[in-house]
């Protein structure tokens, strides 16, 4: 009776299924958490009206969204406008498609209700692949909108992820050397402890400089702060959401956080051996947690990233791209690629990654200090425009110090 559940096809279409809900459900009260953390951090409250302890928040925020107002404005592409938001979702969703959530029911048999939807032998290339469409959401959303606005933010959405897609896919690559296999289930087995491709340690010893490149990249690729100048309110309006209300909006919002999930899986699963746990992942049932909860990690750190730094210039969001991550990304490849030609241990390439890491961030600090040295409010050290008017306060006998006349204000 129960024979059609031995079908691969409709144990794919259910587990698809499962994990769509998942990430759908875990896109609404990934908002709340973001909201109640961003207000912990910041000292309010946060959202806690709406059910326990604001449990409900998600729900009250999908019926406002349902009820508002579809506006399509008057000048826009109407097809493509409607269109571009769910090109996003979709894009977004089948990234998730070969990431490995959990280990095999049954020991080390492979099973077609294994917690993946489909292990393929070029995994990492088919999110790669796909992921790299998501610009295409982005940039027709922001051209149909018939909105200067849009479309400047859509143009700039192109170019940040261009420009750190590069970075990312080099930073992956030394990863996939050491692994030997495109596919994430054996990434996951060549970090295990056990088994005749484990090496009993997680790429992170070995890839630090490719975990920080490909970090930093991610968060540029999903347009989290402080890399999301294709929305900047301060100059753009909204950018490419400036026409978008309602549903509409909110379906960027959600392949917005379910990306977010899918590079945190990633991370999760290339850096730091996805579902295993020192052997804890033979227990049935307990992989999955072990996955989720490195998932999470990462997950706050996007919070975290977006509480504290403010959102950089655009220019200075380029020349960290191209000018900084692209030629580490290059010497990290040539480093891993030499270590595993000449079949050195993975420690030197872990060492020599930690040292680049430290001596650029000392560069970068010494950096800062010969900047913050450099200003000082002395007339004539840094040019000001005509519009700023420098005022000397002289002081008195008793500390106070005396404002200057007016015509005593040099301009």
Known sequence: MLDFLNNAIVAAVIKSAIVIFALLTAFAYMTLIERRVVAKMQGRLGPNRVGPFGIFQPVADAVKMAFKEQI???????AIYVLAPVISVVV???AFAVVPIGNSWIGDKPSIWDPIIGDINVGILWILGVSSLAVYGIVLGGWASGNRYSLL????????????ETSLGLALSGTLMWAGTLSMVGIVKAQLLYGSTGQGIWFIAAQPLGFVIYMIAGVAEVNRAPFDLPEAEQELTAGYLTEYSGLRWSLYQMAEYINMITVSAIASTLFFGGWSFFGLERIPGVSILIFLVKVAFFLFLFIWLRATLPRIRYDRLMRLGWQLLLPLAVLNVVITATVVALGWPWWINGL???????????LVRSRTREIQSGISTREGTIPMPASVRLARFEPVGDGQLIA????DIKV
């Open 153 to 164: 933010g859509s143009l700039r959405s192109a170019a940040q992820m261009v420009s750190y």
């Open 72 to 78: 399509i404005p008057t000048q826009s592409k109407v």
């Open 404 to 407: 200057p006349k007016k015509q």
């Open 352 to 362: 020599a990654g930690l040292a680049i890491v430290a001596g650029v961030l000392l």
């Open 92 to 94: 977004a969703l089948c």
